[in-house]
């Protein structure tokens, strides 16, 4: 049963870290560390805020 659980939770944190849903986690453990009293922003803030960001700070690209 525990090598069960240890495979599940290897193949859950490998499809989070893929996926991109681990960021928002991480994201907001750094916000309330750097900024305890501001309120942490929503999912939907959080991916607004990406996305600005990406696009005023675009990355090489290969096309």
Same mark, same amino acid.
């Not at 309120?39 to 607004?48: F, G, K, L, N, S």
């Not at 675009?58 to 096309?63: I, L, T, V, Y």
């Given at each position: 049963m525990k090598t069960v659980r240890k495979v599940w939770g290897a193949v859950r944190w490998y499809a989070r870290e893929l996926t991109g849903e681990a960021e928002y986690d !991480? *994201?907001?453990?750094?916000? !309330? !560390?750097?900024h305890p009293h501001a @309120? $942490? @922003?929503? !999912?939907?803030? *959080?991916? $607004?805020l990406r996305t600005l960001r990406s696009e005023q700070h @675009?990355?090489?690209?290969?096309?």
């Open positions: !991480r *994201y907001c453990d750094r916000h !309330r !560390r750097h @309120p $942490v @922003p929503t !999912r939907r803030e *959080y991916e $607004v @675009p990355r090489s690209r290969c096309c």
